[in-house]
């Protein structure tokens, strides 16, 4: 078949924070994508466009790049399409989707951590594909480098996914990704690779071990679409990789929806992608990863084909949820009083997921009971809560359920979500790491001691036991512990769950917070909201001492008497109040509460506010 050997396409996959987008910042400057001075001023990370991606220094979007690279040889330049994929597996929708798009894939793998949850995660997708990988092993220069271990590691992680023994050959090269240097020659431990100053073994070893895409001269047309886009003056922009024949600008294809049904369309522009801009174009040929507009409805997956003779490319499929939250109106007594231009209503709200759906494949939107409330399934409580804090900055207000697992049944059995859970933490918290996840039903499956002072450990764990873990994993091993999970599959119902131990303060009635009343109730247990704070009945200001709930009052005033009482000269300090954010405030949620969330604040609430009918319900459970 003939071949195009002036393209590659291939994927960046890794786990989170091994270093990808950092290696795709150095092939960019280094294959000359920008001039000279401009490079100087550039920000690290350039392909982490979005504001929560810079702020949570992780990829949440697969993004898409092209590099001209001229070989040291000579002849004609090639161009290197790379997508940077996410490295956490809540975002697994984006790595699948990207993995569509690419010939062969980049497997980068830190020098000290090795191999971790979602590394076997995209890994397997890839193997799945029947991609080759090029192993990229990064950050050589790590003090506490290992990395003959790591590559035996990545080794035995390809014969646990029943890699075949052409994957397994696969090719190795050395980085460190921060110096924008590669070498194929292992160097030592916590050093440098010095025999090279550049990447340039790292592209050459792109051009030999990436399949040039192949086509056929006689196929009719066929482009599928795996990203979508928005732009102020042409609308929505669908990116394709064109499978066969050619896309040129003003053409007239036929759209093959997901459902089946085709209409004949018109292409109105035609882009390519070179560094990080998209650039005019005539036509785009077979492995050309291109972006058109001109079709305002057309969804990821479906298919454009020759008008002759149409047929469909295999839709996009992508996991199971695994976790879901009821989404629905504000409906707190203090909805719309943030400030003007808030979107408070049920109608915008279904609109903003219903836009959502059009971009993100691993969401679900169900309806509920109410007519103002959604049930948001998604891969994992990240993914959720990114979504929501999204919708925060855009200006809505929003009521937020706890978190619950998505269930099926299987032989009249239900059945729940697991996850493997990999944990690296200092010797000395391993007997609270196993008191931990004792109490959410896990399972040890390996344990490991590198003598390092170090200790990993492989639990399986129910998805809805990681539910509020990672802060009290955090604070028992004083933020030196490391934890990542990966969904694993389903088994039978494990039973009742109790993993906050801890009641709620609530709100027994409206007013602002007072520093008085803080300090009276500060022995009570931990306060979360600060003095002259707003508040209502039934919304929790605080963390209880003990187990069960305590309604109290917060906005007590001193009274001022002009009597002198025996303690006036006697100050006590106001503890600060703990702020959660809103991942916290997620975990921190029990079943009978839910979260405010507005542009301004974050508040944790109880369903029913009214105090009387919250008692009366609880001695109704009780009674029964």
């Avoid at 990789?241 to 035609?270: A, C």
């Avoid at 207000?397 to 099926?408: N, W």
Wanted: proline share 5%; glycine share 8%.
């Amino acid at each position: 078949m003939p071949t195009r050997h002036d393209i590659r396409n291939v994927a960046i996959v890794a786990h989170v924070d091994h270093g990808k987008t950092t290696l795709v910042d150095a092939m960019l400057k280094q294959a000359g994508a920008f001039a000279a001075h401009a490079a100087e001023h550039l920000d690290d990370r350039m392909m982490d466009s979005n504001d929560l991606e810079r702020e949570k220094g992780i990829t949440i979007l697969a993004k898409n790049t092209a590099v001209k690279y001229h070989p040291k040889a000579g002849g004609s330049p090639i161009t290197i399409n790379i997508i940077d994929t996410p490295g956490h597996a809540d975002f697994g929708g984006e790595v699948e989707r990207g993995l569509s798009m690419v010939d062969a894939v980049v497997l980068l793998v830190d020098a000290s951590e090795g191999p971790l949850p979602q590394t076997r995660f995209v890994l397997r997708k890839a193997l799945q594909a029947r991609m080759p990988v090029i192993l990229c092993i990064n950050k050589t220069d790590r003090p506490d480098s290992r990395i003959d271990e790591v590559v035996n590691e990545t080794y035995d992680l390809f014969l646990d996914l029943d890699a075949d023994e052409e994957q397994i050959e696969f090719p190795i090269v050395y980085a460190c990704a921060r110096d924008g240097v590669a070498s194929l020659t292992k160097p030592e431990d916590g050093t440098v690779p010095a025999d090279s100053e550049n990447l340039e073994p790292f592209f050459t070893t792109i051009l030999e071990h990436v399949p040039a895409p192949e086509y056929d001269d006689a196929a009719p047309l066929q482009a599928h679409v795996t990203n979508l886009d928005a732009d102020n003056f042409l609308g929505r922009i669908a990116l394709c990789r064109v499978e066969q024949g050619e896309l040129r600008k003003g053409q007239t294809v036929t759209w093959i929806k997901r459902d089946g049904t085709m209409s004949n369309v018109r292409i109105t522009e035609l882009m390519m992608t070179e560094a990080l801009t998209r650039k005019p174009a005539e036509k785009a040929g077979p492995g050309d990863i291109c972006a058109i507009a001109g079709i305002p409805d057309i969804m990821i997956g479906e298919t454009l084909a020759d008008p002759e003779n149409p047929i469909a490319l295999p839709l996009i499929t992508v996991d199971e949820p695994a976790i879901s939250m009821t989404i629905g109106a504000n409906t707190s007594p203090l909805v719309g009083k943030g400030g003007k231009g808030h979107k408070v209503t049920a109608r915008q709200i279904k609109d903003r997921l219903d836009r959502e759906l059009v971009g993100n494949v691993s969401l679900r939107v169900l309806d509920t009971e109410r007519p103002d409330a959604w049930e948001v399934q998604g891969r994992g409580e990240l993914a959720l809560a990114i979504l929501i804090e999204i919708m925060r900055r855009e200006g809505f207000e929003l009521t937020v359920g706890k978190p619950q697992v998505v269930t099926k049944q299987v032989d009249g059995k239900t059945h729940e979500p697991i996850e493997r859970m990999t944990i690296d933490s200092p010797e000395e918290h391993l007997g609270a790491i196993t008191q931990l996840m004792a109490t959410r039903k896990g399972r040890m499956e390996t344990m490991t001691n590198h003598g390092s002072g170090w200790v990993r450990m492989e639990w399986i764990v129910p998805s809805r036991g990681l539910i509020g873990f990672r802060t009290e994993f955090l604070t028992q091993t004083r933020g030196t512990g490391i934890a990542h999970s990966l969904f694993e599959g389903h088994e039978p119902w494990f039973g009742e769950l109790r993993t906050r131990h801890n009641g709620s303060l609530v709100a027994d009635r409206a007013g602002v917070v007072t520093p008085f009343a803080m300090v009276n109730l500060q022995e009570r247990g931990v306060i979360f909201t600060e003095a002259t704070t707003e508040v209502y009945e039934g919304m929790i200001i605080g963390e209880n001492s003990r187990a069960d709930d305590m309604d109290v009052n917060i906005t007590k005033e001193k009274k001022l008497t002009n009597m002198r009482a025996a303690s006036a000269d006697t100050t006590e300090n106001v503890v600060p109040a703990r702020k959660l954010s809103l991942e916290q405030s997620l975990e921190f949620c029990r079943d009978d509460e839910c979260i405010e969330v507005t542009p301004e604040t974050v508040r944790i609430r109880k369903v029913v506010l009214d105090q009387k009918q919250r008692g009366r319900t609880a001695s109704r459970a009780k009674n029964n």
